[in-house]
């Protein structure tokens, strides 16, 4: 049995309205890059592959030749994000403006000094320390220490939010 075109196109159109409200983090009806590179590092990181072959989301060279994309466990990129707020929103974002992601505990600790930690401070989290793949914040929050490689060392990494108070 054959589907009219008119039907496909139809379902196609709520489809692509759909992924639109929830892509749209902001609401201003349009997809910007960075909203388009969070739907595509949680897509691909859903389906268990590595986002974009190793290249950089930001498409730099410099983050290419560092490391993996950054692959993201526990976040949710489908809701409004809010950096000042949240100190989980804020190492997300941040993580993506690197564009590559620590593989290792040793490595973990010079890639969130180099690319996260002014950021969160400038963001309004205080980070008090940071060892290997674990850094401790506070915020109104309170505060918090944070295991943030998944599986460091080991074949899969991720970016996670292994947060517990302290």
Same mark, same amino acid.
Request: aromatic share 10%.
């Given at each position: 049995?054959?589907?009219?075109?008119? /039907?496909?196109?139809?379902?196609?159109?709520?489809?692509?309205?759909?992924?639109?409200?929830?892509?749209?983090?902001?609401? /201003?009806?349009? +997809?910007?890059?960075?909203? @388009?590179?969070?739907?595509?590092? +949680?897509?691909?990181?859903?389906?268990?592959?590595?986002?974009?072959?190793?290249?950089?989301?930001? !498409?730099?060279?410099?983050?290419?030749?560092?490391?993996?994309?950054?692959?993201?466990?526990?976040? /949710? @990129?489908?809701?409004?994000? /809010?950096?000042?707020?949240?100190?989980?929103?804020?190492?997300?974002? +941040? #993580?993506?403006? #690197?564009?590559?992601?620590?593989?290792?505990?040793?490595?973990?600790?010079? $890639? @969130?000094?180099?690319?996260?930690?002014?950021?969160?401070?400038? +963001?309004?989290?205080?980070?008090? $320390?940071?060892?290997?793949?674990?850094?401790? %914040?506070?915020?109104?929050?309170?505060? $918090?220490?944070?295991? %943030?490689?998944? !599986?460091?060392?080991?074949?899969?990494?991720?970016?996670? $939010?292994?947060?517990?108070?302290?």
């Amino acid at each position: 049995m054959n589907t009219p075109v008119s /039907d496909v196109n139809s379902a196609m159109k709520q489809l692509a309205g759909s992924l639109m409200q929830k892509l749209d983090t902001n609401k /201003d009806k349009q +997809l910007s890059s960075e909203e @388009f590179s969070q739907f595509l590092t +949680l897509l691909t990181s859903t389906v268990g592959s590595t986002p974009l072959s190793g290249i950089a989301a930001s !498409g730099s060279a410099r983050a290419a030749a560092a490391g993996p994309a950054c692959v993201f466990e526990g976040f /949710d @990129f489908a809701r409004p994000q /809010d950096t000042q707020k949240s100190c989980k929103d804020a190492f997300a974002s +941040l #993580a993506m403006k #690197a564009g590559y992601m620590p593989t290792t505990k040793a490595g973990a600790e010079e $890639w @969130f000094n180099t690319n996260i930690k002014a950021g969160l401070t400038d +963001l309004g989290h205080t980070v008090n $320390w940071v060892q290997g793949d674990k850094f401790q %914040f506070s915020n109104w929050q309170g505060t $918090w220490v944070v295991d %943030f490689v998944r !599986g460091a060392d080991g074949p899969n990494p991720a970016l996670a $939010w292994g947060a517990e108070q302290g």
